[in-house]
């Protein structure tokens, strides 16, 4: 098993900034990739950004330049900066921890952006 605690969110006028943290525990191999996706209400989750072990990220097309992900491992944290928010970026967002072994799920951390 494996337990995420994310931590971070909130709301933000737009233009602001939020960083979210996800702290993974638990029976955790070397080799995975950490990410976030997001729900607003109505859509389906999508892809926000992930990171591999080795460092190799990707992005969804509409956060690239305004968002950046990153992580210890040390800590077995990833983190979230998220600059130049937008009301659209309004959602739920959670963490994701996956190996070709297993995939967990974060409870989901509410983010608001206020026009």
């Known amino acids: 098993q494996v337990q995420l605690v994310e931590s971070g969110g909130g709301l933000v006028q737009a233009g602001g900034s939020l960083r979210l943290s996800c702290a993974a525990s638990?029976?955790?191999?070397?080799?995975?990739?950490m990410g976030w996706y997001r729900q607003a209400p109505g859509k389906q989750r999508e892809l926000v950004a992930d990171i591999t072990t080795a460092g190799r990220t990707n992005y969804a097309d509409s956060v690239k330049d305004r968002f950046t992900i990153s992580r210890d491992n040390a800590k077995n944290t990833v983190y979230l900066q998220m600059n130049s928010l937008k009301p659209e970026d309004t959602a739920v967002y959670y963490c994701?921890?996956?190996?070709?072994?297993?995939?967990?799920w974060g409870q989901g951390t509410q983010v608001t952006v206020s026009s």
């Open positions: 994701n921890h996956k190996s070709p072994w297993y995939d967990y």
């Open positions: 638990g029976s955790i191999v070397s080799i995975y990739t």
